[in-house]
């Protein structure tokens, strides 16, 4: 009932940039937090930065200075701001969010996207 639809990841340099995001679609009334996590090849999934809905943040110390969480409630979608990436960010990528729906009832559901790979390599 609910889909998210994550685009952006790709190759990229060392010290280069990429645009990560993240768009909700289906039966939503409203979404609560969204975040971003990643899974590199080996290592379990971990959390990289989270923002509630009155936009509030929070990073992982890995990634703060360097990455950017931000919202649009309009279009339901969330975006990550990599920038100064290196190798070690290399990971897939995966949104999560907490959406409201009232069909068929109402309850909240916790939502991921398929993931969308990172590779930062020269």
């Known amino acids: 009932q609910v889909q998210l639809v994550e685009s952006g990841g790709g190759l990229v340099q060392p010290g280069g940039s990429l645009r990560l995001s993240c768009a909700a679609s289906?039966?939503?009334?409203?979404?609560?937090?969204m975040g971003w996590y990643r899974q590199a090849p080996g290592k379990q999934r971990e959390p990289v930065a989270t923002?509630?809905?009155?936009?509030?943040?929070n990073y992982a110390d890995s990634v703060k200075g360097r990455f950017a969480i931000s919202r649009d409630n309009a279009k339901n979608t969330v975006y990550l701001q990599m920038d100064n990436l290196k190798p070690e960010d290399t990971a897939v990528y995966y949104c999560?969010?907490?959406?409201?729906?009232?069909?068929?009832?109402?309850?909240?559901?916790?939502?991921w996207g398929q993931g969308t790979l990172v590779t930062v390599s020269s």
């Open positions: 999560k969010q907490v959406v409201r729906t009232t069909i068929p009832t109402e309850r909240y559901l916790e939502v």
């Open positions: 289906g039966s939503i009334f409203s979404i609560g937090a």
């Open positions: 923002i509630i809905s009155r936009g509030s943040t």
